[in-house]
């Protein structure tokens, strides 16, 4: 029987593709700060914008597409139960081959109604605007969860890292919560890699660091991991 393994990603895995997080932004997207475009306020205040900003962030998506930390992730399949948390809200996991992918903080290839937050929609193209509605007749929202708002999946994450036989955390170095607690999970038998070029959050376990970006240190990794086969 394989092993357990779960991944949490950040993003350093997706910016290798070319995707602007919203550290690279500097907390700015067109002079506007991130939580005017990113936040239940923002959405009441100025859904136009809103739309616009992540009709953008979808156009670079639709370009984009999965790295060597992508595909290496995907083909640790071959040897482990493999299970994917995601705080990234691409879908390069899923298109480089990952099966089990949980996404933390939304999916941007979605919509979702604002009058009922069960229903979701698969976008067709990158653009979302005023009057696209749902089959209820309200507008649709991205399916993001915002700053301010609650990470409905955490529950399902938690469980997923109690379960894990291997821990690997790739492209974030633990900054933001409440994903950054998921460590606090792993069982302490299991052994944690870090494949991040920062430095990690404060940790209290002792965890293999290697210290290189994603689409390098996913070939250590695969390396490291071949003891536990």
Known sequence: MKRKLVVLSGAGV????????????????????????????AWQRNPELVLRFYNERRRKL??????????GIAQLEKLFDVQVVTQNVDDLHEQAGSSHVLHLHGELRKARSTADPNLVYTLQSPELNPGDLCEKGSQLRPHIVW??????????????????????????????????????HVNREAPVFLVDPGLPGTITRQVHH????????????????????
Request: glycine share 10%; no cysteine.
């Open 14 to 41: 997706s910016q290798e593709s070319g995707l602007q997080t919203f550290r690279d932004m500097g907390g700015l997207w067109e002079q506007y700060e991130v939580t005017d475009v990113a936040s239940p306020e």
């Open 62 to 71: 639709w370009e984009a597409s999965p790295n060597r930390a992508h595909i």
């Open 147 to 184: 700053f301010g708002e609650p990470v409905p999946n955490i529950g399902k994450a938690v469980t997923l890292v109690s379960g894990a036989d291997i821990f690997v955390i790739i492209g974030t170095s633990l900054q933001v919560y409440p994903a950054a607690g998921l460590i606090d």
């Open 210 to 229: 290697i210290r290189k970006r994603a689409t390098e240190g996913i070939l250590l990794l695969e390396e490291m991991l071949s003891v536990y086969v």
